[in-house]
């Protein structure tokens, strides 16, 4: 797996509509957000320390989820873009009720409409989170979100993760 560097940098693609981070000469990753979703265009914005940080620390929730690790990579970068998003209004009413959790930044919790998805948290504050989508959902309204779809809810709606931790993990 890649691992970040001071090198990677934060810009953005007019030919493709898409925030980019460079990775280096030869490669890039393109986040799945264009410019009307973003807060502010970066120009060349090196990777931060702090985001550095924050990647090791989606890595490690994912681990959870026992995903192979080009997904994983794909999912610790596409959060690491969300700092990028504007901020939107709630959606709760797409989701059943759940008693309130109390997730921290880059836990993975679990997300309730017609089907149940897991979700990152890339924001937290203390009534509401954003979460990436981690695959594709049925809303209660019948609306199908997409995998990688970052949406805000009230925290009476979201679930703590329920992953039996295969014995491997516990010895």
Known sequence: ?????ERWYWSYSQTRDRLIL???DDAQFCAPFSAGQLLHIPSRQA???AEAESFWAIDNSLQALELPAAVRLELCLTALSCQFLQQQAHK?????QASHCDAQLFDVVTLRGLSSQYALVVAAEPDCVSCLLLGELSSLAGKVLPR??????LRNRISELDVAIPYRHIA
């Open 92 to 96: 709760s009413w797409y989701f059943q």
């Open 22 to 24: 460079d990775l280096s």
């Open 47 to 49: 990777l931060s320390m």
């Open 1 to 5: 797996m890649l691992r970040p560097s």
């Open 148 to 153: 990688l779809t970052v949406i805000r809810v």
